[in-house]
């Protein structure tokens, strides 16, 4: 059967042929009459018919003789009715009576299955936020009667990542607090038991922290969820806490670390399915770049590798190409190429660190830059990458602090001296300069020394002949 209920329902009837007596064929003509009036409602309720439809959904539900799978299909469709009609009342008056069906009236499961895509399509359809707490809270009141626990922590969890989402960081504290304690032992520590539930409470109390930014708590709570051993969680909560963990990672300029669990969410959100695996796959590209790593490439490992030509990642990989190959004008002409709100840019997480990336290109390429020099003038510097020479001397004096640089800044010439080559394979080449500097300088000093040496010869050929020509004065 198609039913266009929360769920799809499972009809499937049994026509094995029994002998029956009076009272069977009695009870068997009313399920009949029933069902048939169930499928009555539900072509009024297609045929836009509403007020009929409700009437004969609730003829279904008094008809029966006492509370079975059938009320329990025609009160789910009064609530769905009522829900889009704006009849927030109503909607709870049916909802409440339905509740008490999944005592005894159906099977656990299938009442978990129906509750749970109640409680997502009534989330999914309204804003207003009374309805939606008194509802959540009718449910939860029902769950505790009847002691379904996982149920009952299922629906806390679903409510919590309600508020999340709508960031209702005070609603959603108030939750977080209550699962908390339904998941902790006498002695106030965490019941390893429910490790899988936990994990679920501290992956949303992460989220909360990440977002509101205190650094403090989601690093306590980071590193809590790594002590929890006992759980079998699903790979997206996984994903989640990873996630979070690069991102304070990032905001404590711990590159590697980040780019460790970035790898880790990204593995697990594609283990789970989950569409934010692209995402997070360009936090990792971002990682990549900034912890300097240039002989890791993102997109190598087994994992990442058929993403590698995915639309969405194809600007992130030209950027972490082009940053490799230290190809500053490439770098600019990809971030100005997908600056748009579709772009790279687009994501406020990534737009805050792509200054950090900038300078840390700008950074390579001005140590390329240098590399055969032994002095330069700053002006030059700033005029090839550029920008400023106010900002160009600010990088060069980051990189001199850094210890990337061995020099210094001469304010009075405006030049770069370098004392030391920044890596090993410019030392030749500065090695070098210095040598014809050297040379020059001593060719200078020995032609200042002949040029010495023959003023002297000449001083002393005129003083000899001054004297010559007194002694022939004096003789005559």
Known sequence: ??????????????????????????????????????????????????????????????????????????????VKILFRRGEHERTLKYYSQLLTYTKSAVTRNYSEKSLNNILDYISAGTTDMEFMEQFYSTTLTALEETKNERLWLKTNLKLAKLWLDRKEYGRLSKILRVLHEACQMDDGGDDQSKGTYLLEVYALEIQMYTETKNNKMLKELYNKTLQINSAIPHPRILGVIHECGGKMHMSEKQW???????????????????????????????????????????????????????PQ?????????????????????????????????????????????????????????????????????????????????????MLILNGEIKGKIDEVTSRLEIEVAPDTGAEEAVAGTEKREKEQAAREIALQQTRFKAMQAWGGSVEKLARTAFVSAARG
Do not use: C, H
């Open 1 to 78: 059967m198609s039913d266009d209920d929360f769920m799809m329902e499972d009809d499937d009837e049994n026509y094995d042929f029994e002998y029956e007596d009076d009272d069977d064929m009695e009870s068997n003509s009313s399920n009949v009459d029933i069902e048939n009036k169930y499928y009555n409602a539900k072509a009024l309720k297609e045929d836009d018919d509403i007020e009929p439809a409700i009437e004969e959904f609730l003829g279904v539900v008094e008809l029966e003789p006492e509370k079975g799978e059938w009320g329990f299909k025609a009160l789910k469709q009064m």
């Open 313 to 397: 990642i194809a600007a992130m990989n030209s950027l972490v190409d082009a940053y490799q190959r230290s190809d500053l004008q490439e770098f600019q002409e990809v971030l100005k190429k997908n600056g748009g709100p579709e772009g790279i840019m687009s994501d406020p997480f990534i737009q805050f660190y792509l200054d950090d990336v900038l300078r840390r290109i700008r950074s390579k390429f001005i140590i390329n830059m240098i590399a055969p020099y032994s002095r330069i003038e700053i002006d030059y510097l700033a005029e090839a990458l550029k920008i400023s020479y106010t900002e160009m001397e600010d990088l060069l004096i």
């Open 256 to 310: 590697e670390k980040a780019r460790e669990d970035f790898f880790e969410a990204f593995r697990n959100y594609d283990e789970a399915g989950s569409l934010q695996r692209i995402q997070v796959l360009k936090y990792l590209v971002l990682a990549v770049m900034l912890s300097n790593a240039d002989d890791i490439n993102p997109f190598e490992s087994q994992e990442t590798k058929p993403y590698k030509s995915n």
